[in-house]
């Protein structure tokens, strides 16, 4: 009925967020030594750019879930735009928000926080040196 709104919800304060700490974020530049002794450099992803990925899956789900219900004729265009208002089933509606909606965002926030620690994982492998990038011992 209105699961989407809850992850719809998360993707408007994380847009905020990602703005304002995009804004007092500087760039970070390392050094990675490679193999044959010479030294290259490489930026460090920003924390905003990978908050910027829960954003667009969140706002992405949250569009697609709304096309969904409105498919389904459970989203109108005229008020109140949910018919389970308009047929007093909004303790219902309230609840779908509480149980899906919710155990929506918390999985696509889960999937995302995995994304980030491998993309972690992947940045340390590379600013330790090619051997341990590559699997060797250092």
Same mark, same amino acid.
């Given at each position: 009925?209105?699961?989407? !709104?809850?992850?719809?919800?998360?993707?408007?304060?994380?847009?905020?967020?990602?703005?304002?700490?995009?804004?007092?974020?500087?760039?970070?530049? !390392?050094?990675?030594?490679?193999?044959?002794?010479?030294?290259?450099?490489?930026?460090?992803?920003?924390?905003?750019?990978?908050?910027?990925?829960?954003?667009?899956?969140?706002?992405?789900?949250?569009?697609?879930?709304?096309?969904?219900?409105?498919?389904?004729?459970?989203?109108?265009?005229?008020?109140?735009?949910?018919?389970?208002?308009?047929?007093?089933?909004?303790?219902?509606?309230?609840?779908?928000?509480?149980?899906?909606?919710?155990?929506?965002?918390?999985?696509?926030?889960?999937?995302?926080?995995?994304?980030?620690?491998?993309?972690?994982?992947?940045?340390?492998?590379?600013?330790?040196?090619?051997?341990?990038?590559?699997?060797?011992?250092?």
């Amino acid at each position: 009925m209105a699961c989407f !709104i809850v992850p719809a919800a998360e993707a408007v304060i994380t847009t905020a967020v990602t703005k304002i700490i995009k804004s007092k974020e500087k760039e970070e530049v !390392i050094r990675i030594s490679l193999s044959d002794g010479h030294f290259e450099e490489a930026v460090k992803t920003p924390f905003s750019t990978k908050l910027g990925w829960l954003n667009k899956m969140l706002w992405g789900g949250s569009a697609l879930l709304a096309f969904e219900h409105i498919w389904h004729g459970e989203v109108v265009p005229y008020f109140p735009f949910l018919t389970a208002i308009e047929n007093g089933e909004t303790s219902g509606m309230l609840a779908e928000m509480g149980s899906a909606g919710v155990l929506m965002a918390v999985i696509v926030t889960a999937v995302w926080g995995g994304m980030v620690a491998v993309s972690s994982l992947i940045e340390k492998r590379a600013i330790s040196g090619p051997e341990t990038a590559k699997g060797g011992a250092r």
